[in-house]
Every structure is written in structure tokens, then in C-alpha cells.
């Protein structure tokens, strides 16, 4: 989960169509799909690097369907079916998960409002609530939509964190052998490699919250990036990806 910026209101979404898709959503019932629109879909889907903005999995065209969550829930609020601000794109199961869970009553965060790193750290693959004033919230949202669930993330987060810290192994020994056989092709192997495991740990790519943590606390990635430095061989591109990931991996400890 990552902190995410709500965009402006799409152009076609006016107060008249916002007041006339509610009106239809009423009139059915509550039953009518009325936020079902391309316009409102891809310009959600935009503003959550096309993840779901709960769980950070991939969203939309080519992955899982995209569902567009009311955060305070349309039965209960039917006048905010359609209201900018109320529209999350999601997951299904973390949709079908939340279901009608009214914040007011039961407060979870909202990603487009709270920094999820004041709630969560990261450790051992798994979320953890931060004690404090934070705790009940982020106690909820844990609960709501089960993210330490072994058989949604769990086990591929592992796979994917396992594989990036095997990955930084190797580098970490090509690089000791760069710096002695000055091997121009290796340096342009570890180079590619390493600007390879950042982009796993970066706004666009999925569950990039957790392997920018995963990718930070290695020991040998420190060392990397310092041999790198010393060489002069980090460039523009590869610090601006060590920043971002940076800004959004969760603490270690809480
Ligand atoms: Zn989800």
C-alpha cells in the first residue's frame, strides 16, 4: 500500500452527470453500476499507477478486474455514489472484502489520505501495526482486507523478495570482481541489473512498497550502491530510482 494523490475530476463527471448518475443509481434501486464509465475508470486507474489501491496488486487490462470501491460504502451514503473523492480503485477481493464497512464506525485508512507507512512496517514478509495513535486504524484496515493473507500475497511476496535478494547477491560479488578485472561487460551487466531491481521497488510496479523495503534492507544493496558511487559509476537514473523507492518502503521496525 502507498500513499496516493486523488487527480482532478474527470471533465465528462459535471455536477449535472454527477446529479443525474445519482438520481438513476437511487431510482434502481441502488442496484445500477452508475460509476461504471471508461472516463471515471482509466482516470482512476491513472491516479493508482494501475494497482489496486489497497493491496498494491496489478489492476486493469491484462491482470486482475479492476473494481472502482466507494471508501464510505453507496448504500449507506447513496448521495456520494459517484463523488470524486469517494471512488478507490481496487482489487476484487480487496472490494468484495471491504464490502459495506462504513469508515465512520469502523475507521480504515484511506491511501488517498493517510501515508500508510505511519500505520504499517514491513518485517519478517509481513504487514505490522505501528503502536501508537495509529494502531486501531491500521489494526482494521490489516483485518478488513486480510493483507497478510498467505494464499493473496504472502507466499509471492516472499517469492519475489527471495528472488530480488538473490539477485543483489550476485551483483554484490560481480561488482568485487568489476573492481579488480575493470570488465566493461560486467560493468554493464551489474549496471542493467541493479537499475532492474529498483524498478521493482518503485510507484508503478506492483506490491513496489514492499520490495523498495525488501530492496533497503540489504545489507549488500548498501554496499552496492557505495562501490558504485566510489567507482562513479551511479548515475542520475539509478539515484532517482533509489529515491523513489525510498519514498514509499515501509520501516523495519515499528
Ligand atoms: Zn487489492
Partial sequence: MIRLHKSSCPKQLTKDIQKTLTDEFIASGYKKAVWNKTYIKSSLLSESHK????CECLIG???REMHVDHYYPKKKYPLRVVEWNNLIPSCPHCNKSKNDVDP????????????????????????KCKKGRYYEKAKNTLNVFDLNDPDETGMLLYKCGNGILEKIEVIF??????????DLNLCFRILRAIKNILKQ???????????????????????IRDMLIGLN?????????HQESISIKFDITG
Fill in 51 to 54: 494497482k489496486c489501491a489497497y
Fill in 61 to 63: 487490462h491484462g491482470h
Fill in 233 to 241: 559509476l551511479w548515475s542520475e537514473n539509478l539515484e532517482s530510482l
Fill in 201 to 223: 521497488g518503485v510507484k508503478d510496479s506492483e506490491y513496489g512498497a514492499y520490495m523498495a523495503t525488501i530492496i533497503h534492507s540489504s545489507d549488500e544493496y548498501n554496499n
Fill in 104 to 127: 465512520t464506525e469502523f475507521p480504515i485508512i484511506n491511501p488517498y489520505e493517510d501515508d500508510p507507512k505511519d500505520y504499517f512496517y514491513f518485517k519478517g514478509y509481513r504487514l
Fill in 173 to 182: 560479488e560481480d561488482i568485487q570482481t568489476y573492481a579488480n578485472t575493470k
